[in-house]
T-cell receptor
Framework: KNQVEQSPQSLIILEGKNCTLQCNYTVSPFSNLRWYKQDTGRGPVSLTIMTFSENTKSNGRYTATLDADTKQSSLHITASQLSDSASYICVVSEEIGRASGGSYIPTFGRGTSLIVHP | DSGVTQTPKHLITATGQRVTLRCSPRSGDLSVYWYQQSLDQGLQFLIQYYNGEERAKGNILERFSAQQFPDLHSELNLSSLELGDSALYFC??????????????FGAGSRLTVL
C-alpha cells in the first residue's frame, strides 16, 4: 500500500529560527511530490512541486529537497515567521494510465503541525 | 480567495440522510478533485473529473457519488450518511486533466457534521 509518513508530528519553534520537516514515502510508480501549507480550517495551498528529476525547489523562505533513490523529501523553512504556523502536508502522487490520457493518484501525509512562537 | 468556491460552508444533518456538496472550479480550470479530511486525519483523495468525465478514483465509498457538469461545476453526493462521514470535504481544481506538475487550487471546504 502506498504510504506517506511525515515527521515530526508537531513542532514548536521560536520566531526567526529555521526548521526542517521530513517526508518518507513508498508510493510507486512515483510521479511528483508536493508540499502544501494548510492553515486551520482552510484549504491547502501549494508551496512546491517536484518531479523525479528535480532534487531541490525553492519558494521564498521554503526550500524542498527530494531524494528519489531513498524516497525522502524535506521542507526547510528559514527565518520563521508567526504566519508560518500551520500544518505542512507532503503529497506524493502515483502516475496511472498515461497511455489513455492518464491521471495521478495523490497520497497525502498526515502533516506536520508547526507552531511559531514570538 | 482561491477562486474555487464551495457550498455550503457548514452542514449539519442526521444519520441516514443525503446531502449534496457543490464546487465551482477556478476560472479556466477543467479538472475538479474531491478530498475528505476527517479529524486528525490526512486528506483522502476521493475522485477526479476532467472536462465532465471521471479521470481517477480514490477511496470513495459506494454511498458517495460525484459528477461534473457541462459548466464544469461539480457536485459530491453523500447518501445514507453515517457518523463517520463527518469531515471537511475539500474541492480542488486544476487546468489540466493530468500532468506531474499540475497545480491544485483548493477551496475553503465544506464542513459536514452528521448527528
Amino acid at each position: 500500500k502506498n504510504q506517506v509518513e511525515q515527521s515530526p508530528q508537531s513542532l514548536i519553534i521560536l520566531e526567526g529560527k529555521n526548521c526542517t520537516l521530513q517526508c518518507n514515502y513508498t508510493v510507486s510508480p512515483f510521479s511528483n511530490l508536493r508540499w502544501y501549507k494548510q492553515d486551520t480550517g482552510r484549504g491547502p495551498v501549494s508551496l512546491t512541486i517536484m518531479t523525479f528529476s528535480e532534487n531541490t525547489k525553492s519558494n521564498g523562505r521554503y526550500t524542498a529537497t527530494l531524494d528519489a533513490d531513498t524516497k525522502q523529501s524535506s521542507l526547510h523553512i528559514t527565518a520563521s515567521q508567526l504566519s508560518d504556523s500551520a500544518s505542512y502536508i507532503c503529497v506524493v502522487s502515483e502516475e496511472i494510465g498515461r497511455a489513455s490520457g492518464g491521471s495521478y493518484i495523490p497520497t497525502f501525509g498526515r502533516g506536520t503541525s508547526l507552531i511559531v512562537h514570538p | 480567495d482561491s477562486g474555487v468556491t464551495q457550498t455550503p460552508k457548514h452542514l449539519i444533518t442526521a444519520t441516514g440522510q443525503r446531502v449534496t456538496l457543490r464546487c465551482s472550479p477556478r476560472s479556466g480550470d477543467l479538472s475538479v478533485y474531491w478530498y475528505q479530511q476527517s479529524l486528525d486525519q490526512g486528506l483522502q483523495f476521493l475522485i477526479q473529473y476532467y472536462n465532465g468525465e471521471e479521470r481517477a478514483k480514490g477511496n470513495i465509498l459506494e454511498r458517495f457519488s460525484a459528477q461534473q457538469f457541462p459548466d464544469l461545476h461539480s457536485e459530491l453526493n453523500l447518501s445514507s450518511l453515517e457518523l463517520g462521514d463527518s469531515a471537511l470535504y475539500f474541492c480542488a481544481s486544476s487546468v489540466g486533466g493530468w500532468t506531474g506538475a499540475n497545480v491544485l487550487t483548493f477551496g475553503a471546504g465544506s464542513r459536514l457534521t452528521v448527528l
